[in-house]
């Protein structure tokens, strides 16, 4: 069974940072483009930044300049390192492939607040 791993979440002041990882598995990860997504209270899961197999990188216009996606192929691990985190990045935080699989993993909850 497909299992994505995500974790490092946590809560941090506004203007802090956090270094989200996710594992998955061998077999979708070396084929496909891989993203962050997140999902605020309320509101609809949103993609955040992708990463292709070349890893060229993309992101969302409200998180540039601040977040950077980044992926191990040899480990199988996509990495998030978010900088500058303001109360809106509240969310909980998953990764997938892109365009996204059916399969999510629990995701990790990322609190930005003072």
């Known amino acids: 069974q497909v299992q994505l791993v995500e974790s490092g979440g946590g809560l941090v002041q506004p203007g802090g940072s956090l270094r989200l990882s996710c594992a998955a598995p061998?077999?979708?990860?070396?084929?496909?483009?891989m993203g962050w997504y997140r999902q605020a209270p309320g509101k609809q899961r949103e993609l955040v930044a992708i990463?292709?197999?070349?890893?060229?990188?993309n992101y969302v216009n409200s998180v540039k300049g601040r977040f950077t996606i980044s992926r191990d192929n040899a480990e199988n691990m996509v990495y998030l390192q978010m900088d500058s985190l303001k109360p809106e990045d509240t969310a909980v935080y998953y990764c997938n492939t892109y365009p996204s699989s059916l399969i999510w993993g629990q995701g990790t909850q990322v609190t930005v607040s003072s």
């Open positions: 061998g077999s979708i990860f070396s084929v496909n483009a």
């Open positions: 990463i292709p197999i070349d890893g060229s990188t």
